[in-house]
């Protein structure tokens, strides 16, 4: 659901040691404005909704958190 509003992630991981069965979505934008305007996208989109009840109703997440960060001087991504 969110690849259509967001494009495909730059990584997605799952943990090998520490907290088990976490995930991890690393999203790639060209900046601050563009982030915002596919998230308001995707918030406007009623399947999103839908998608959000029904995983709400399984139960699935427990806990979830967001940080923006930004490249590292001397890191580029490869797009």
């Known amino acids: 659901m969110q690849t259509r509003h967001l494009g495909q992630p730059v ?14 979505h690393i ?4 900046d601050a404005a563009d982030r915002e305007k596919r998230r308001a996208a995707m918030q406007a989109d009623p399947d999103w909704h839908a998608f959000l009840a029904k995983t709400g109703e399984a ?16 890191f580029k991504i490869d797009r």
Do not use: H, K, R, S
Not at 12 to 21: K, M, R, S
């Open 11 to 24: 990584f997605y991981g799952l943990t090998e040691t520490g907290d088990v069965n976490t995930y991890l």
């Open 59 to 74: 139960g699935y997440l427990i806990a979830q958190n967001n940080t923006l960060m930004v490249n590292a001087p001397f």
């Open 27 to 30: 999203w790639a934008y060209q």
